[in-house]
């Protein structure tokens, strides 16, 4: 075995790693949010559909007549702060302690399963948007 086929081999296998982790990610974001969608009473299916998702949690998080200022997602550097912020108050929708919200953000999957789990969490209503 070269040296080169040994690389190659390396990042066939980080690169293939980070697939599955990728897709196990967003299997279980999907399955919660499903869950969730319904308790804030919407329909379990949009939260299968890509970027539709994110605009019916836009409207979970700030109410409908905030749903189209998830183009915010589109614009660079912004965008990501914008994806954590609205990560942050998804979770205070749904009666996240501020420091819960923080790890909400950190660890996504685990805390939606823990939110779509618990029949002690039940969503609270849309939060305040920084534009109002």
Known sequence: MTEETFVQG??????????????IWYILVA????????KAGYAG???LIPFYNLYIQQCITFGEDKGLFILFLLIPVAGPLYGVYLSYCYGKAFGLSDIQAI???????????YMAFNDGIQYRGAQNFFIN
């Open 10 to 23: 390396l990042l066939l296998g980080i690169w293939g790693s980070a697939l599955i982790f990728s897709m």
């Open 103 to 113: 790890f909400y953000v950190l660890f996504t999957p685990l805390f939606n399963l």
């Open 45 to 47: 299916w949009k939260s």
């Open 31 to 38: 399955i919660s949010n499903y869950i969730l969608f319904k």
